[in-house]
């Protein structure tokens, strides 16, 4: 049974340079969540995906921050023109309505 | 005023003794309930959903709802060394699509 899934799982980058992350979630699973967190810091909420309806994007944090979901199953999060407050780990989560959400284990950005 | 507020410790105790993790909020259309624990360069990993009021057992673990009070609470009997982890609580409602706002987390240590 494979869980949610993220690509890479360390990235390091320069500043200015584009990134994509990529999730894969749970088979069947509708919602899909990218979050942010910071060192010791709590989950900031970035995006979500609920089947067909319009994103929630109330959580970018800028213009540079955009996301898609194609199939109703992989994401992609793209952060353009990367800034060192950009480097945090970057988490998927899934779940089948919203209710309780399945975490994958995250890609680490560092923007040098 | 944050809508989920965590004390994020550090609480550190010993082997054996009995943990009290704790969260408040302040919207009252919450209905789910959630904790998740996360150890060390890790994703959140579900531990505990419970919807409404009302106490949920599982092994060691309990968690407590008092809508009454918006107040939700995880106890850890017998803790372990390995119980030593950050603990995120989160809460959701149908309303607002399930966006879920996590805590700030709490670092636990269990010293053996």
């Known amino acids: 049974g494979a869980g949610v899934s993220q690509s890479p799982s360390n990235k390091v980058t320069e500043k200015g340079k584009d990134v994509e992350l990529r999730c894969d979630p749970i088979?069947?699973?509708?919602?899909l969540y990218w979050y942010r967190q910071s060192l010791g810091q709590g989950l900031e909420f970035l995006i979500y995906?609920?089947?067909?309806?319009?994103?929630?994007k109330s959580g970018l944090p800028s213009d540079r921050f955009s996301a898609e979901r194609t199939g109703g199953s992989v994401s992609t999060l793209t952060i353009q023109r990367t800034q060192q407050e950009d480097s945090a780990v970057y988490l998927c989560?899934?779940?089948?309505?919203?209710?309780?959400?399945?975490f994958g284990p995250g890609t680490r950005l560092l923007v040098l | 005023q944050k809508e989920v507020e965590q004390d994020p410790g550090p609480l550190s105790v010993p082997e054996g003794a009995i943990v009290s993790l704790n969260c408040t909020y302040s919207?009252?259309?919450?209905?789910?309930f959630m904790w998740y624990r996360q150890y060390s360069r890790k994703g959140p990993e579900l531990l505990m959903y419970?919807?409404?009021?009302g106490n949920k057992e599982d092994g060691r673990f309990t968690a407590q709802v008092d809508k009454s009070s918006k107040y939700i609470s995880l106890f850890i009997r017998d803790s372990q060394p390995s119980d030593s982890a950050t603990y995120l609580c989160?809460?959701?409602?149908?309303?607002?699509?399930?966006?879920?706002?996590f805590g700030a987390g709490t670092r636990l240590f269990v010293k053996a």
């Open positions: 989560a899934s779940s089948i309505l919203g209710e309780t959400q399945y």
């Open positions: 088979s069947g699973h509708t919602a």
């Open positions: 995906f609920q089947g067909n309806s319009a994103p929630d």
């Open positions: 919207n009252s259309a919450f209905q789910y």
């Open positions: 419970t919807y409404s009021s």
């Open positions: 989160a809460m959701s409602a149908r309303t607002g699509g399930f966006k879920t706002i």
